[in-house]
């Protein structure tokens, strides 16, 4: 990957301390600045991308953006947008995407993702992987050395009909990583149901999984398993946000 840095403007004084929303919130604007009119765009789900699809309807009611056509990731987003007015379709509508902006929860050094810790990684799997560009956007705390490599999850998309059987059968794919699998629950501690009506398994590993590409076909060659939270080599831009600037990552 080449990598751009580039520093805050104006440039913060070190006395102003920056939150973590802050730094979602620059890499988001950032990511904005690659909108043009008329573009198709995938709207992402994370609190980062949250940011990202509040500015596209700024600019739009600011008319300093037009034509848009929003393809969201989530019930959430598409929430999101009809609030602010950005006129949404469909991939069936639009099976090709000009740009999508969305979070994630890791990047490793070869821009692959680990997302869906917000539950929404199906969606944003089929709509991303419809994209000419994707452009992910983080603060640095996001940055690993190997996915998987944070100590939080990695996600799995089950179909609920015998999801123990599905979870059993991953926790036993990935043994030699040392992974532990676990239904996700909702706050009310019942399962967690996604968009699609599926069930979140959480995968928690102890060692690096090895061949990425390998793992991934691992993964859906299992009949439950519906997908994963693993993207690679998807996103063609990364932008994160940290203390010192902002940096611009590209395949
Ligand atoms: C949702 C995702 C999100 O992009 C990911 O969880 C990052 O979220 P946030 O920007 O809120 O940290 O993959 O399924």
């Given at each position: 990957?080449?990598?751009?840095?580039?520093?805050?403007?104006?440039?913060?004084?070190?006395?102003?301390?920056l939150t973590q929303d802050d730094l979602k919130k620059?890499?988001?604007?950032?990511?904005?600045?690659?909108?043009?009119?008329?573009?198709?765009?995938?709207?992402?789900?994370?609190?980062?991308a949250k940011h990202a699809v509040d500015r596209i309807?700024?600019?739009?009611?600011?008319?300093?953006?037009?034509?848009?056509?929003?393809?969201?990731?989530?019930?959430?987003?598409?929430?999101?947008?009809?609030?602010?007015?950005?006129?949404?379709?469909?991939?069936?509508?639009?099976?090709?995407?000009?740009?999508?902006?969305?979070?994630?929860?890791?990047?490793?050094?070869?821009?692959?993702?680990?997302?869906?810790?917000?539950?929404?990684?199906?969606?944003?799997?089929?709509?991303?992987?419809?994209?000419?560009?994707?452009?992910?956007?983080?603060?640095?705390?996001?940055?690993?050395?190997?996915?998987?490599?944070?100590?939080?999850?990695?996600?799995?998309?089950?179909?609920?009909?015998?999801?123990?059987?599905?979870?059993?059968?991953?926790?036993?794919?990935?043994?030699?990583?040392?992974?532990?699998?676990?239904?996700?629950?909702?706050?009310?501690?019942?399962?967690?149901?996604?968009?699609?009506?599926?069930?979140?398994?959480?995968?928690?590993?102890?060692?690096?999984?090895?061949?990425?590409?390998?793992?991934?076909?691992?993964?859906?060659?299992?009949?439950?398993?519906?997908?994963?939270?693993?993207?690679?080599?998807?996103?063609?831009?990364?932008?994160?946000?940290?203390?010192?600037?902002?940096?611009?990552?590209?395949?």
């Amino acid at each position: 990957a080449s990598m751009e840095a580039i520093s805050l403007s104006p440039p913060m004084s070190p006395a102003v301390i920056l939150t973590q929303d802050d730094l979602k919130k620059i890499a988001a604007y950032k990511a904005v600045e690659f909108v043009e009119s008329g573009m198709v765009l995938g709207l992402g789900t994370s609190s980062t991308a949250k940011h990202a699809v509040d500015r596209i309807g700024e600019l739009l009611r600011q008319g300093k953006l037009t034509n848009i056509v929003g393809i969201s990731t989530s019930k959430k987003t598409q929430e999101q947008a009809l609030s602010l007015g950005i006129p949404l379709s469909d991939l069936d509508a639009h099976p090709a995407i000009d740009l999508a902006i969305d979070g994630a929860d890791e990047v490793d050094p070869h821009l692959n993702l680990v997302k869906g810790r917000g539950g929404s990684l199906l969606r944003e799997k089929m709509v991303e992987g419809a994209c000419k560009k994707f452009v992910c956007i983080v603060d640095e705390s996001k940055l690993v050395k190997h996915l998987g490599g944070s100590g939080l999850a990695l996600p799995v998309e089950v179909v609920p009909f015998c999801w123990k059987f599905t979870a059993n059968k991953l926790q036993n794919l990935f043994r030699r990583s040392g992974c532990a699998a676990k239904l996700r629950n909702d706050r009310e501690g019942k399962p967690f149901v996604t968009d699609n009506g599926n069930y979140i398994v959480d995968l928690y590993l102890k060692k690096e999984l090895g061949d990425l590409h390998i793992a991934s076909d691992s993964m859906l060659r299992i009949a439950g398993v519906v997908e994963h939270g693993m993207f690679l080599d998807m996103a063609t831009t990364v932008i994160v946000a940290g203390e010192l600037g902002i940096t611009i990552e590209k395949k």
